[in-house]
């Protein structure tokens, strides 16, 4: 059964640097989503991405947050300039069509460690 | 302002016990509403969509739109149900987008 896969599962990076989060959508999928969860909250959306372009992204979602699908396959979220509260789980999800109508599969997160 | 509530941080039953998980919503126009499932150490997955009326794993909800209320219920807990329960409403206005609520852990005892 295809699944979404992200990497790393855990990353650890020092405040300020920049990390880059690599998700695999299942492959004939339109939409894509960046979550977040930190630990002991909610799960909060990020962005949503369509047709190559952000089509959506919340007040979380601010210029240190960037986000690109640079070959067709993989689904990018790059966070500049870290910050302590950066810590957190994140999530990609896809779905075939617009979630409304389709399922929204998730990947198993990465781990993001900033200290 | 668009909001999903669910009450319940923990919700701890016996095995065999009635589960009800609370959903409360508030939002303009008519959302779609879900139950996503994180299992431990799995991803989320989703459970069920009140548009399909289905009952998976034992799971249904019903939409009620007066007390905008989606509640989560199944008549007989197993223990394998053990995990976090995620209500999350999609709306066809303003975010295009699954918006979760706080989530309920449900733990079954044996």
């Known amino acids: 059964e295809p699944e979404v896969t992200q990497t790393p599962s855990h990353q650890v990076t020092q405040m300020g640097q920049e990390v880059i989060l690599r998700c695999v959508p299942i492959s004939n999928h339109l939409y894509f989503y960046w979550y977040r969860q930190i630990l002991g909250q909610k799960v909060e959306f990020l962005v949503s991405?369509?047709?190559?372009?952000?089509?959506?992204k919340s007040e979380i979602f601010d210029d240190q947050f960037s986000v690109e699908r640079p070959d067709g396959s993989n689904f990018t979220l790059k966070i500049r300039s870290t910050k302590l509260e950066d810590s957190a789980m994140y999530f990609c999800?896809?779905?075939?069509?617009?979630?409304?109508?389709?399922?929204?599969?998730f990947g198993q997160g990465t781990r993001l460690t900033v200290v | 302002a668009q909001r999903v509530t669910q009450p319940e941080k923990l919700l701890s039953v016996f095995k065999g016990a009635p589960v009800e998980l609370k959903c409360n919503y508030s939002y303009s126009g008519s959302p779609e509403l879900f139950w996503y499932v994180q299992y431990s150490r799995q991803r989320l997955q989703l459970l069920l969509r009140?548009?399909s009326r289905e009952s998976i794993k034992g799971f249904t909800a019903d939409l009620n739109k007066g007390e905008t209320s989606f509640h989560l219920k199944k008549p007989f807990a197993q223990e394998e149900d053990s995990a976090m329960y995620y209500c999350?409403?999609?709306?066809?206005?303003?975010?295009?987008?699954?918006?979760f609520g706080s989530g309920t852990r449900l733990q079954v005892q044996p």
């Open positions: 999800a896809s779905s075939s069509l617009d979630g409304a109508v389709a399922e929204a599969f």
């Open positions: 991405f369509y047709n190559n372009e952000i089509s959506e």
């Open positions: 999350a409403p999609w709306a066809d206005t303003g975010r295009r987008a699954l918006t």
């Open positions: 009140h548009i």
